[in-house]
């Protein structure tokens, strides 16, 4: 019922009860039930409903007394009169008393309902008394539904421990707290902190148990995801076969901030003051070494690891230096190759990453992973001997295409030098001897000694499996040497060379006699797709620059082409369409490219010829002003 409500018919029960107590002989004491009406008003809730009603009824109770009888007859109608006010003013009282025990109830309520955490009370038989509104929200039953029911039962508590011992330790000390597990109304599971405290009566009795749950289903997530990575992260470093060590490098930045040089001046620095990097390698502590590092480093345990720790680096090895410049100049990660002494005195080749700290002030987690590259070394180093040994056999027939070529090279000088020495002695054989004449012609004979002497050098060099060398070097060079090479072969299948460089090509870093080879391959091999052929016979040769980066050559020629089924093979091992071919050629130069940085290609129109792309970085540490 409403205020209004509540107002209007306690008014009209005062008003009957006046009218019943003035109008009819009733000799019991009708005003009493003027309670009634107070007690109506005491339900808005309102304390001055209360004493409003209260004087409405006193007023009214002593109206009719004294309308009703006369004042000389005081004895027995002026003894109920005073019982009726009496009964009304017990009532008022305890109904004030009732009325501001609510309202501290109310208040303390209001502020249980701010709370973050769920609460609620329960009588000693576990029923639920007060329940608030977070409690409301997270649980998801309303206060109506929520009072009147069994706590354990509502939200199907799982507890940490038998539910009696709780129980006995709450009476014990007065307090519980533990983590336990409450189902929402829509079925999920949340964990919580559970605080309990015991209520008492005002003689020391429990009453009841006030219940303080924090939600902490997330915290607990995210904690147990935490444990879970953390063991996840444990097997990775303790079961993995690639070598992880755990360093702190805080010292190792103090002494870095302390040197009086930084950024660029930094590795010239450390290259001056090995004594400073020995002495910073002593400053990176170990925390953790895994078991596989420990053996590739032929550590029995991580304390004999850490122990010699300064052993396991050559009295040469620079990737130390190399690292701490990486981490001086705030790189995420730095990764290097170097060789690992062995506790037993042999040697490991490895390939390690540093991961630093991306924060420049968390120094203390900087891990290394290391991994053993024996293994692949000596397959690379095998690959690279069975490499020289084909490219060896390819040059070796190339040359049997090319010994033409060099028996007429060496035949030129081999010829003038005959002429020469014979028109010296002609001059010897004078009645006077032209000396002049004949040191001029001595002279002849020694330059094209000379110059037969390098030609035999030069194939000598060709012919040689020497290993690959990194020089820097002008193509322009190079073409000219291997169209030398060359020349005499396609001039005997009257094939026309052309060739056209840009100027002013930057160098590029390789080896002379593997790139001079590549050409000598192509340019044969365009050579012989044309011999025989019908019509013009021309090869053109193209050196110039793609986007400033990259040097690019074509070898072009106006032969039979490629058919389009041979394109894919073309590059394979041991591809050939010739009688006597070997198949090696391509293969080899195509490798030879790559091992450069570069790549080879061919495009062809079947019947219009074939043209080879070769393209190569320019050396950058020549190409930098
Ligand atoms: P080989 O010369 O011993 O056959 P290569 O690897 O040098 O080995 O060449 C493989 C094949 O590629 C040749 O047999 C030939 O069919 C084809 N080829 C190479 N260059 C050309 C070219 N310029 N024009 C047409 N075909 C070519």
């Known amino acids: 019922m409403s205020r209004a409500g509540l107002r209007f018919w306690s008014a009209v029960l005062a008003f009957a009860v006046f009218m019943v107590d003035v109008l009819t002989p009733l000799e019991g004491a009708v005003a009493v039930l003027y309670v009634v009406a107070i007690l109506l008003a005491a339900r808005t809730n309102r304390r001055n409903d209360i004493i409003i009603a209260a004087a409405g009824c006193i007023v009214l109770t002593v109206s009719a007394y004294l309308t009703s009888h006369d004042l000389h007859e005081i004895a027995s109608p002026a003894l109920r009169a005073l019982v009726s006010l009496a009964a009304i003013g017990v009532t008022t009282l305890l109904v004030l008393q009732n009325h501001a025990a609510t309202t501290r109830l109310a208040a303390q309520a209001r502020l249980l309902n701010l709370s973050h955490d769920m609460i609620f009370v329960r009588d000693r038989g576990g029923v639920i008394t007060f329940w608030n509104k977070t409690a409301e929200q997270t649980y998801g039953w309303s206060t109506e539904e929520a009072l009147g029911q069994l706590a354990d039962k509502l939200l199907r508590t799982s507890y940490p421990d038998r539910r009696e011992a709780i129980e006995a330790s709450l009476l014990d000390s007065g307090r519980w707290e533990g983590r336990v597990e409450q189902r929402t109304k829509a079925g999920a599971v949340l964990t919580v902190d559970a605080r309990w405290a015991l209520q008492h009566d005002h003689l020391g009795k429990p009453v009841g148990v006030l219940e303080t749950h924090t939600d902490v289903t997330d915290r607990v997530a995210a904690h147990n995801a935490l444990v879970q990575s953390e063991q996840r992260y444990r097997r990775m470093f303790d079961a993995s076969r690639i070598g992880v060590v755990e360093e702190d490098w805080s010292g190792l930045r103090t002494a870095l901030d302390a040197l009086p040089s930084r950024g660029a001046d930094l590795r010239d620095y450390l290259a001056r003051h090995p004594d400073f990097v020995r002495h910073a390698r002593g400053l990176a502590r170990i925390i953790d070494v895994n078991p596989a590092l420990q053996k590739m480093a032929g550590a029995s345990s991580s304390a004999a690891f850490i122990e010699n720790v300064d052993k396991l680096l050559g009295e040469n090895d620079r990737s130390f230096l190399d690292a701490l410049v990486a981490f001086a100049q705030g790189e995420r990660f730095h990764e290097g190759e170097t060789e690992l002494v062995r506790l037993d005195g042999g040697k490991v080749p490895v390939l390690f990453t540093i991961t630093f700290s991306p924060r420049s002030d968390d ?229 030879t490219v790559e091992a450069h940085g570069g790549r080879l290609s061919v495009a062809s129109t079947p019947g219009s010829g074939a043209t080879f792309h070769l393209t190569l970085p320019y050396s950058q540490e020549h190409a930098l002003p």
């Open 363 to 591: 120094d203390h987690d900087v891990l290394v992973f290391v991994v053993d590259i024996t293994e692949r070394k000596q397959a690379h180093d095998a690959l690279l001997a069975a490499q020289a040994e084909l490219a060896h056999a390819a040059r070796v027939a190339t040359l049997g295409e090319l010994s033409a070529s060099i028996a007429h090279e060496v035949n030129q000088p081999l010829a003038a030098i005959v002429t020469s020495g014979e028109a010296g002695l002609r001059w010897l054989r004078r009645d006077v001897p032209d000396l002049k004449e004949v040191a001029t012609t001595i002279g002849h004979v020694v330059a094209q000694g000379r110059r037969a002497s390098e030609i035999v050098t030069r194939i000598r060099t060709f012919l040689k499996k020497a290993p690959a060398q990194q020089d820097v070097l002008q193509i322009g060079e190079i073409i000219a040497e291997a169209t030398a090479l060359v020349a005499r072969e396609l001039a005997k299948d009257d094939v026309a060379l052309i060739v056209e460089t840009a100027r002013d090509l930057p160098p590029v870093r390789g080896d002379r006699i593997q790139l001079q080879q590549v050409l000598v391959n192509l340019l044969v091999n365009a050579g012989q797709a044309m011999s025989g052929r019908p019509g013009s016979r021309t090869i053109t040769l193209r050196a110039g620059t793609v986007d400033g980066e990259t040097l690019a050559i074509t070898v072009q020629d106006s032969g039979p082409g490629i058919q389009p089924d041979d394109l894919p093979r073309l590059f394979d091992p041991f591809f050939t369409t010739k009688d006597g071919g070997m198949g090696m050629g391509l293969a080899i130069c195509r490798t």
